[in-house]
């Protein structure tokens, strides 16, 4: 009976459920409880935008002892301080010195009464608090000549713009605007780029300083495993893209070695910290064709960039820093480990990256640290302007190699720490520069070793590599 019951009560709220529903949509025309339809929001933004260089100009400096030497030869008498009136009650500070050429107060007047405006007598700069000579460099828009206006303060990075409203830039930007567009620049002028706009970096980091390499204190030799079971766990678990799990069990399963895959991580990292400085280091043979790009790898269940760049005619991978953010400074860092590798910088040197501003960014960084290049960015999968056309093999060489990468890289499901994500990625590129022939230079290795050629199995290359290095970093503790 009771069962009976409860399913009366069931098939009678469902019934009142769909009476209240037909009521309500006679009523108002639809039903209360039907989902309102999600409709994306399509919200234009204005994405960032990198200008070229700007004119810089630095303002000249004199020196006043020698202007005071050569008045004195031109005219036959010395050239005196400031003769002051003693009823004057305006008095120029005794800590002011002239910006241009360093003369003391004495050699300035107050040359508009107490307004802050200074003159002196020995070069005859104007100036103020707020002067052009008190500024180590003069920023100027390429297009127009004039000054730029600081407007923002950032974190890493002062931003400038041009205030001409006179400007060619500002102008073709003005006149090439739609009907549409301009009622939505009335609307919402923040949307649109119009003026031209210059960040100047205050990065704690200088570029090209060649420190002393870290050298490790690791000894393999007190690990349990001969070098030839090394080499083969590192041949497995590197050139194959094999998991530590499954390395593991292919050397218990096919040579008779137990060793657990925990131990492989740990060879993996203590390796790792031997060939890094080794491969860092290196004096490599390069080309003048560079390229640059960074993909995706799991570390600690969050996305980081692995930045690469590649020498596109030698094979080389010249820099490969890990960063869990995608921006200026990892950068910076990465153009700057390919720096450091050359000998002289060439003056006409280019690298070709993606469309990611970070990279003229980083250009932009560069030059104010006096060191040129040139960038060229190949945009998106079509060639749609000159220099996509041009550059985009070389564009296609990174991707290559980026798929080479996780092709190893996929087995590991991603690193449970930044040492481990770092140690897999240092030993990759010692695999790919001196271990793995490529296709493109006839078989051959990107990195000739004439120690390692010789050698008829990958385990033993292995092997000797790891030597060389120990032997790289004893000469460089010596040393």
């Known amino acids: 009976m009771y069962p009976q019951l409860l399913t009366y009560l069931f098939e009678f709220i469902k019934y009142q459920d769909q009476v209240i529903k037909t009521l309500q949509t006679l009523l108002i025309g639809k039903s209360m409880f039907d989902k309102p339809p999600e409709q994306p929001v399509n919200k234009p933004y204005r994405k960032l935008q990198v200008d070229e260089l700007p004119i810089i100009e630095v303002p000249e400096k004199l020196d006043y002892q020698v202007l005071r030497t050569e008045f004195l030869a031109k005219h036959g008498k010395?050239?005196?301080?400031?003769?002051?009136?003693?009823?004057?009650?305006?008095?120029?500070?005794?800590?002011?010195?002239?910006?241009?050429?360093?003369?003391?107060s004495d050699y300035l007047y107050a040359n508009n009464g107490a307004k802050g405006q200074y003159r002196c007598k020995v070069c005859t700069c104007l100036f103020s608090d707020k002067n052009r000579f008190l500024k180590e460099v003069i920023l100027k828009c390429p297009h127009c000549s004039k000054s730029l206006e600081k407007i923002k303060e950032r974190q890493d990075f002062d931003v400038f713009k041009c205030?001409?409203?006179?400007?060619?830039?500002?102008?073709?930007?003005?006149?090439?605007m739609s009907s549409k567009e301009k009622k939505r620049f009335k609307k919402d002028p923040q949307a649109f780029k119009m003026r031209y706009i210059y960040r100047k970096f205050r990065i704690d980091f200088q570029p090209l300083s060649k420190e002393s390499p870290e050298l490790p204190i690791v000894d393999l030799s007190r690990i349990y495993s001969s070098p030839h079971v090394l080499g083969l766990t590192l041949t497995y678990h590197v050139n194959y893209g094999l998991s530590a799990r499954k390395t593991a069990a292919i050397m218990q399963d096919v040579h008779g070695v137990a060793i657990s895959h925990?131990?492989?991580?740990?060879?993996?990292?203590?390796?790792?910290?031997?060939?890094?400085?080794?491969?860092?280091?290196?004096?490599?043979?390069?080309?003048?064709?560079?390229?640059?790009?960074?993909?995706?790898?799991?570390?600690?269940?969050?996305?980081?960039?692995?930045?690469?760049?590649?020498?596109?005619?030698?094979?080389?991978?010249?820099?490969?820093?890990?960063?869990?953010?995608?921006?200026t400074i990892s950068a910076i860092r990465a153009i700057d480990e390919v720096l450091l590798k050359m000998e002289d910088i060439p003056e006409n040197l280019t690298f070709v990256v993606d469309g990611n501003p970070i990279y003229l960014l980083a250009q932009h960084f560069f030059a104010q640290n006096g060191i040129s290049f040139d960038i060229k960015q190949v945009i998106g999968l079509t060639n749609e302007d000159p220099v996509s056309t041009e550059f985009r093999p070389l564009k296609q060489i990174i991707e290559r190699l980026n798929r080479t990468f996780k092709g190893n890289y996929r087995s590991t499901h991603g690193f449970g720490s930044e040492k481990g994500s770092v140690s897999f990625v240092t030993l990759f590129v010692a695999y790919f520069n001196f271990l793995r022939p490529h296709a493109s230079l006839e078989g051959k290795v990107p990195v000739t070793n004439p120690e390692l050629l010789g050698l008829p199995t990958m385990p033993a290359r292995w092997t000797k590599l790891i030597e060389l290095a120990q032997q790289w970093i004893r000469e460089q503790r010596i040393a």
Do not use: M
Request: net charge positive; proline share 9%; hydrophobic share 30%.
């Open 163 to 176: 205030k001409n409203n006179e400007c060619p830039y500002y102008q073709k930007k003005r006149n090439g």
């Open 78 to 104: 010395p050239l005196n301080p400031v003769r002051r009136h003693k009823n004057t009650k305006i008095s120029v500070p005794k800590s002011l010195i002239c910006p241009k050429c360093g003369a003391p």
């Open 262 to 327: 925990q131990t492989i991580l740990n060879y993996v990292n203590s390796v790792a910290l031997i060939l890094k400085p080794y491969i860092d280091h290196y004096p490599y043979e390069l080309s003048d064709q560079f390229c640059g790009d960074e993909t995706y790898i799991r570390v600690n269940g969050r996305w980081h960039y692995l930045f690469f760049f590649f020498d596109a005619v030698k094979k080389i991978i010249l820099s490969y820093p890990v960063s869990p953010n995608r921006d």
